[in-house]
């Protein structure tokens, strides 16, 4: 199939709002296939990658600055690389654009029962278990970059460029994002804490959960964890999902 027209002019066959993202990033629908188009918005772009960077000293430094093409080509790389696996599918990229495949579904953010959020970080942790044996990491794993479609979850939003120099920290720092990052969206201590028993539990990488105690033990102090996590500052719940993590 031809995408040639659908390059052109995207927004001519947008059957959709803007989705919550930095980028431009909205459902279209050409030739009677649905897909997902995501185009830079250059200055929002950047402004927030600076701030993401900013926000990252205070946990675990590993994020850097990038311009917005070059996060764009990091995440089509990603998505060729995983073809589909714990992704959403790789259609195509002409430099300045990425179609992908449209997956119809709920985001994190938009679930309310505790049934349903415990349902979506089984699949997401599952997902993200078997994006780390492809040897991809996420690095922002951030758990409002999922979404629970067709029995499966998917994580979005690869475009992050982080030091990847150690791949084993980089995949611990992963589950240690997914675990707070839980807190962040539901503000819910026992989402978090469950989060912290799955990631124990279910992920089979021994090596990458050995780090994992070390890892949150170098996590900053009560301010830094509530600018990056909204964490409690009281420190409670952080040393209840260290104590989680060490199993």
């Known amino acids: 199939m031809s995408l040639e027209k659908l390059l052109y002019h995207p927004e001519k066959y947008r059957c959709g709002q ?33 701030y993401y960077v900013l926000q990252d000293q205070f946990l675990f430094g590993t ?19 995983l073809n589909g696996i714990g992704v959403p599918r790789f259609i195509y990229y002409d430099g300045k654009t990425v179609i992908r ?10 679930l309310t029962s505790d049934q349903q959020r415990q349902q979506t970080l089984e699949g997401a942790l599952t997902s ?18 999922t979404i629970a479609s067709q029995q499966r979850v998917c994580w979005l939003d690869l475009e992050g ?16 994002k997914f675990v707070y990052s839980t807190y962040t969206i539901t503000r819910d201590c026992w989402a978090a804490l469950s989060a912290a ?28 964890l509530w600018f990056s996590t909204r964490l409690p500052r009281n420190g409670k719940l952080h040393q209840e999902l260290w ?4 199993g």
Not at 75 to 81: G, P
Not at 101 to 110: A, D, K, T, V
């Open 161 to 176: 460029l982080f030091d990847e120099s150690d791949l084993v920290k980089c995949k611990a720092i992963d589950l240690i």
């Open 63 to 81: 994020r850097q600055f990038a311009s917005p093409l070059v996060r764009l080509e990091i995440e089509v790389k990603k998505l060729r690389h």
């Open 18 to 50: 803007n989705y919550r993202a930095t980028n431009l990033v909205y459902p279209v629908e050409f030739e009677g296939q649905q897909y997902v188009v995501k185009q830079v918005r250059p200055l929002r772009s950047l402004l927030a990658n600076a």
């Open 101 to 110: 495949e449209y997956l119809p579904g709920i985001s994190f953010r938009q």
């Open 197 to 224: 028993e799955l990631v124990v539990k279910q992920y089979s990488n021994a090596e990458v959960k050995q780090r994992l105690p070390a890892l949150a033990s170098q996590l900053p102090g009560s301010l830094g």
């Open 243 to 246: 104590r989680a993590l060490r």
């Open 128 to 145: 993200l278990g078997q994006i780390h044996e492809q040897g991809i990491v996420i690095g922002d794993a951030h758990v409002k970059n």
